[in-house]
């Protein structure tokens, strides 16, 4: 398994959900929950919205891009293969990499938890999603 053997289609679209998703959980659902435990203001949210944009959905397409390589790396072909490729992903590297940020600079449990939960949720999402995509 390649990066030429990843549906590009699939990843974009995948990609756009997610970033929609992360506005939704950082907006409405936990946006001042997540100002508050992040110690960050409106006024801080809003220098250089878009730059960060942008960089925050290439970010996210080089997440769907790794996510999709390791479901077919996996050799995933159901969404609850997926899923679970998605699960493993979290806990064991982003989930690891954020709770180590947690202890060492600092930041609330509580914050370390609704970003978690944000990207368990994502990863299982990703991993479905690409999984299940008719390629």
């Known amino acids: ?20 998703l992360a506005f939704v959980w950082y907006g409405p659902l936990f946006g001042k929950l997540w100002m508050k435990l992040a110690k960050v203001t409106k006024a801080e949210t809003k220098e250089n919205s878009m730059q960060k944009m942008v960089l925050g959905f290439v970010n996210t397409f080089v997440t769907v891009l790794f996510t999709a390589l390791f479901v077919m790396i996996a050799g995933g072909v159901t969404w609850a293969d997926g899923a679970l490729v998605g699960f493993y992903i979290s806990i064991g590297f982003a989930g690891t990499i954020m709770f180590s940020s947690m202890l ?19 990863f299982m999402l990703i991993g479905a999603l690409y999984a299940w995509w008719p390629y």
């Open 104 to 122: 060492w600079a600092k930041k609330p449990f509580n914050l370390f938890l609704l970003d978690g939960i944000f990207r368990l949720v994502t």
């Open 1 to 20: 398994m390649s990066f030429g053997d990843i549906d590009y289609k699939a990843v974009l679209a995948i990609t756009v959900l997610i970033y929609i």
